[in-house]
Structure formats: structure tokens, C-alpha cells
């Protein structure tokens, strides 16, 4: 167990006799899958009681709320944080317990950091928007079955596996095009791309589909990175990590190289491969167009914290 979990192991008491009782992981889950996991199936693609503990084990701070001895209900909850909101049945009163754990997490947070409230699915956003939230991020999840495909790469460009050496060029890269994508409100460093990118070369280059579905895209003019496509496998499906191409060379086929490769290659050992987009990023188009299907909305959302 964390440190901070356990400095919040305590009994803790809410308003109208409710309590939060903190949980180990393997615990935890057994309430989180069924009333999180499964009811928001068609939002998340957590398919397996393992990725469910790894989730719950990163977190590390899951609590049942309790009314006497009933389970209503459940959260991720640290200082400046709050996750994954759930009821127990027959307990209906959401907007009362977002309302009441909200007030529990501003006593516990520094009044300098906003509360981070993460993946909110679209049919509780209003009930956290009455409380004074607003949304941060808005983010789809697409899927669509693997197959083999012909991929075709546009005259005066060549492709390759990444290599180790391509990592800074990579890490601009990403800045570069997120930086000219209207959809994205924040972009993050230079050495925050580059643990990404490394994330993948360290981790999951290894494994030989992931290593194979990933490609960098070079122009011969300049010997130029300009297009990238990364990948991991999570939860037993490929998973692209990022899918860029440089602005000065969109509209021109490398995107729907990148993805027509990704889906051929992974159609060696998986029967789906998926992807995680911006809502408003204007790439959702290229992906429908080859069949990726959306799921719903997940909403990051965050909150001023201010103390009563």
C-alpha cells in the first residue's frame, strides 16, 4: 500500500453519516468492475481483471463508500484528485455523492493545484459541471478488427522501424504537430515527449508486432522525420500511442499510411487494434473513414480548489 494511502487508511467520515473505507486493489475490484467497468463498457475497453488490478494498483487509493455497513458506492480519491465515481445499486443518488466527495477532497488539497476529476463519462458530466467543474479534455476511444491491407506510401517518402536514434526527432515532432492541432489546449515538453517515446523504444519495441506496426516516415528531400505512428499492447490489443505527421506534409497519404500499416501488421496475432483521440481533433474523420468505430466520450475535468 502507498504512503498516501496509508495516511488516508483512517476511518473517514462524510456528511449524513456516510464513510469512506479504503480498499487494497485485489479488493477493490470486485466492486469496481462490475459497477464502473461494466456499466461503461461501451466507454472503456478494460476488458480483464488484470488490467482492473493494474489500474486499481497505480492509483493505489480506491474507497468504498459506505452507509453503516452498505456498499453505495466507490471512488478513486488522493489530494487534488478524484476518479471513476460509482453507485451501487439500489443507491441513486449520484449528484449527492459527487457533491459530498468533492467537499471531502477540497479539505485535503493544496489550495495551489487544481483537483484533477479524470475520465468522467458523458452521462455524469452535468452533475460535475453544477459543482463548478469544467472540462479539461474531452477523448474518444476507436476500434476496429485487424486485417491484412495494402499500405501505400506517397512517391518522395520511404519507411522504417524506429530506432533508438530517432528519439529527439520524434519528441519534436510530436510538439510540432500537436502544437498546430487547434484540438489540443495544452502541450506538454520536449522531455515529457521524449519519456513517450522512450516509453515505447524501452518497453514495447521488444515485442515483435508492436515493433513492426510502428513506423517512422522519412522525406527524401531533407532525410526528414515526418511522420510517426508508435504502439503498445494494452489489455491484449495493440494500441496506438501516437499518430502524427508534420503539418507541411498532411493531406498528402502519410496518415492513412501510418494506420492502413498499423492495421495489416497487427493482423498477424490480434483480431482488433485501437486508438484514443481528441474529440475535436479533426484525424476522427481519417479514422472513420477506415472503419474505426467511436465508443463514447470520456471527459477530463478539473476544479478550483477553494476552501469553505
Request: one cysteine or more; glycine letters at 6%.
Amino acid at each position: 500500500m502507498s504512503e498516501q494511502g496509508q495516511s488516508l487508511k483512517q476511518l473517514i467520515k462524510l456528511e449524513d453519516g456516510l464513510r469512506l473505507v479504503y480498499q487494497e486493489p485485489k479488493e477493490y475490484i470486485r466492486y469496481y468492475s462490475i459497477y464502473h467497468g461494466q456499466k461503461n463498457a461501451d466507454s472503456y475497453f478494460r476488458r480483464s481483471s488484470e488490467s482492473l488490478i493494474e489500474v486499481a494498483s497505480i492509483f493505489d487509493c480506491g474507497y468504498f463508500i459506505m452507509d453503516g455497513d452498505t456498499i453505495i458506492g466507490g471512488a478513486f480519491l488522493k489530494p487534488n484528485f478524484m476518479s471513476d465515481l460509482f453507485v451501487v445499486p439500489p443507491y441513486k443518488d449520484y449528484e449527492g455523492l459527487v457533491q459530498k466527495l468533492l467537499n471531502y477532497v477540497k479539505k485535503i488539497s493544496t489550495t495551489e493545484d487544481k483537483i484533477i476529476v479524470r475520465e468522467v463519462v458523458e452521462e455524469d458530466v452535468a452533475a460535475y459541471k453544477q459543482l463548478g467543474c469544467k472540462i479539461h479534455e474531452v477523448n474518444v476511444w476507436m476500434i476496429r478488427p485487424t486485417e491484412p491491407m495494402k499500405a501505400i506510401l506517397p512517391e518522395g517518402y520511404s519507411s522504417r522501424a524506429v530506432s533508438r536514434g530517432d528519439a529527439n526527432d520524434i519528441a519534436c515532432l510530436l510538439m510540432k504537430a500537436y502544437r498546430a492541432n487547434p484540438a489540443y489546449k495544452q502541450i506538454g515538453t520536449k522531455e515529457d515527449y521524449l519519456l513517450h517515446v522512450n516509453e515505447f523504444i524501452n518497453q514495447h519495441k521488444h515485442n515483435k508486432i508492436m515493433d513492426e506496426c510502428s513506423r517512422v516516415v522519412i522525406d527524401h528531400r531533407t532525410n526528414n522525420i515526418v511522420g510517426v505512428c508508435l504502439h503498445m499492447e494494452f489489455e491484449d490489443y495493440p494500441l496506438i500511442m501516437s499518430l502524427v505527421v508534420d503539418p507541411d506534409h498532411q493531406q498528402r497519404g502519410l496518415g492513412r499510411y501510418l494506420l492502413t500499416h498499423s492495421i495489416h501488421s497487427s493482423s498477424a496475432g490480434y483480431p482488433a487494434t485501437r486508438l484514443s483521440v481528441i474529440k475535436d481533433n479533426s484525424a476522427i474523420k481519417l479514422y472513420e473513414d477506415l472503419g474505426f468505430l467511436r465508443s463514447k466520450s470520456i471527459i477530463d475535468m478539473h476544479l478550483a480548489c477553494v476552501k469553505e
